[in-house]
């Protein structure tokens, strides 16, 4: 078992940037796909970014977000820049011990949520 906990959200311009904090307990994040996942009012979560042994990103914050992980401290980061009122979005964090995917049905490990508010 693993245990995520998000922090880092809040309420943002359009423009602007935040850092988003994945700490995990139980496990070490270096042997797990850790992905950040978004989902808006009314919309069905979507993939954001992973990293596993590599990283991956969705279309929609390709060049703006970065997914990085201190091993050190067994935490899992994403910045985010240039942010947009479309960003908006309760934002997780998930981890699996298999190989990076995209849907988040195949992920067994979720943190609560942290919410990240772009106003234009």
């Known amino acids: 078992q693993v245990q995520l906990v998000e922090s880092g959200g809040g309420l943002v311009q359009a423009g602007g940037s935040l850092r988003l904090s994945c700490a995990a307990s139980?496990?070490?994040?270096?042997?797990?796909?850790t992905g950040w996942f978004r989902q808006a009012p009314g919309k069905e979560r979507e993939f954001v970014a992973v990293?596993?042994?590599?990283?991956y990103y969705a279309d929609s914050v390709k060049g703006r977000f970065t997914i990085d992980r201190d091993n050190a401290k067994n935490i899992v980061y994403l910045q985010m820049n240039s942010l947009k009122p479309e960003d908006t979005a309760v934002y997780y964090c998930?981890?699996?011990?298999?190989?990076?995917?995209?849907?988040?049905?195949?992920?067994?490990?979720w943190g609560q949520g942290t919410q990240v508010t772009v106003s234009s």
């Open positions: 998930a981890a699996r011990d298999d190989g990076a995917v995209v849907l988040p049905s195949l992920y067994p490990y």
């Open positions: 139980g496990r070490t994040l270096s042997n797990y796909a």
């Open positions: 990293i596993s042994r590599g990283t």
